[in-house]
């Protein structure tokens, strides 16, 4: 059965991007006198990455706000400048203090001593110099202490001074290590390993107009409390002329039922019904591809590892959406267990049978939609599955029975009989 079988279902490329040419009818026509229109493709407002397109620009002080916020600041840069920062955090600190140290020192008299000759006490043993000052800071702050420097009694400013910077060092410490601990902690690259497809698809689904997409987590881990919302986002004049270049519309994917709540260990397809709330209702396959508007998809969920919230982003244009298709199955049903090949799933298949008009006229016009007894390209794809099985079940029993001792001839028909039966039943 599964040898030398075809389907007429075509795979369609998932980089099929920028313009498309389109048919539009005429005026007062249905289907005839069609206009080619060449439609133009606006700015991707998220990227595949998650990133949005947006630069922001003449910001009233901006270095002023960004340093109020420093915590949030040191977390959000890049990590060489992390790391940059983090230097220079504790040598200047050490630069300060070992100025300090040695002003002190100079007021002092030490540095016309350097010997500390006879009775003559310095502020700080062994410090005679700059350098000498700033290695003593450096020991100070960071508690190294070789023995050879210490402050004395002879100079209550350096007494001082020594129980400050090490108040200071450990604030300076708190801050820096969490800072960086934060930036690693973050789960910002989780969303690395959460997948969308490439395409999103347009097909019945239960005898209702559907859109359609796929999501997967590529970790064993889960992705705790994850759900899902999907916005469209799209150009749009109001009645009165203003111009809202980011009209963002909520586009229903379950959350009235609570099924937009996902257990996402294997790939989801998440639907949207394109019912009378759907900002899709109107659009048929030609005004798809005419169209110039952009659906913006949000998965978030608690990491399983660190409970912290993670957010992933995809977006897909009208030039992305499939009409007509279905995804391939991914998920298939092994012996103890079930096996996810993610080989397909971003792939797609034709549906031909799906109506080319919108849901709206197929709500006004009542069009018949399929039978449950039609053709179903998942259901193929599972019973070549199970065949395949079967088949290696029964080539391992023919080798047993090869090895094994000849048996009457009455006893191998009936066996024959008894394999045959389940490949019939599979078949039918």
């Known amino acids: 059965m599964s040898e030398g079988r075809t389907h007429h279902y075509s795979f369609v490329s998932c980089e099929e991007r920028g313009l498309r040419l389109g ?19 606006h700015s991707r407002f998220v990227n595949k990455t998650g990133q949005c397109n947006i630069h922001f620009s003449h910001m009233d002080e901006k270095s002023q706000r960004y340093i109020s916020d420093i915590f ?10 992390m790391f940059l920062l983090f230097s220079l955090a504790f040598v200047v600190s050490w630069l300060t203090f070992g100025l300090a140290y040695w002003l002190i020192g100079l007021q002092h008299g030490d540095m016309n001593n350097p010997a500390a000759e006879g009775s003559y006490i310095p502020c700080v043993m062994q410090v ?18 070789y023995g050879s420097r210490c402050v004395t009694e002879e100079c209550p400013a350096a007494v001082f001074m020594v ?32 997948l969308f497809s490439y395409n999103a698809v347009i ?3 239960d005898g209702k107009l559907c859109l359609m997409f796929r999501v997967g987590n590529l970790r064993k881990s889960h992705i705790v409390e994850a759900h899902v919302r999907a916005q469209l986002v799209k150009p749009r004049v109001t ?12 586009m229903n994917v379950g959350y009235d039922k609570g099924i937009d709540r996902l257990f996402l260990v294997a790939p989801v397809t998440i639907i949207h019904e394109i019912d009378e709330e759907s900002p899709l209702f109107g659009i048929s396959k030609q005004d798809l591809e005419l169209s110039d508007f952009e659906i913006v998809i ?9 409970a912290m919230t993670t957010q992933a982003r995809s977006s897909y244009l009208s030039s992305e959406i499939l009409w007509g298709h279905r995804f391939e199955p991914v998920v298939f049903e092994e012996k103890n267990q079930y096996r996810v090949d993610y080989a397909y799933f971003h792939k797609t298949f034709e549906v031909p049978s799906t109506p080319r008009c919108s849901a709206k006229d197929m709500e006004e016009r009542k069009f018949p939609t399929s039978s449950g007894n039609s053709f179903c390209y998942e259901n193929e794809m599972a019973f ?41 039943e599979s078949e039918i």
């Open 128 to 145: 005679n110099t700059f350098v000498a000052a700033f290695l003593f800071s450096v020991e100070t702050q960071t508690t190294i202490g």
């Open 298 to 306: 949000i998965l978030e969920g608690m990491v399983e590892a660190t």
């Open 72 to 81: 949030t600041t040191c977390v959000d840069i890049r990590w060489r400048y």
């Open 239 to 250: 009645e009165e002329g203003e111009y809202i270049p980011l009209d963002q519309i909520d």
């Open 203 to 205: 097909a019945m689904r």
């Open 384 to 424: 070549i599955n199970r065949d395949e099985e079967e088949e290696g079940e029964e080539d391992g029993k023919r080798q047993k029975d090869s090895m094994s001792p000849s048996k009457p001839v009455n006893e191998q028909v009936t066996s024959g009989q008894e394999e045959i039966s389940p490949r019939k």
């Open 23 to 41: 048919t539009m009818p005429a005026v007062g026509s249905f289907g005839n006198g069609k206009i080619h229109t060449r439609r133009k493709c």
């Open 163 to 194: 129980v400050f910077q090490s108040i200071l060092g450990c604030i300076v410490d708190a801050f820096m290590i969490g800072a960086i601990m934060a930036k690693m902690a973050r789960p910002k690259k989780r969303a690395e390993t959460l």
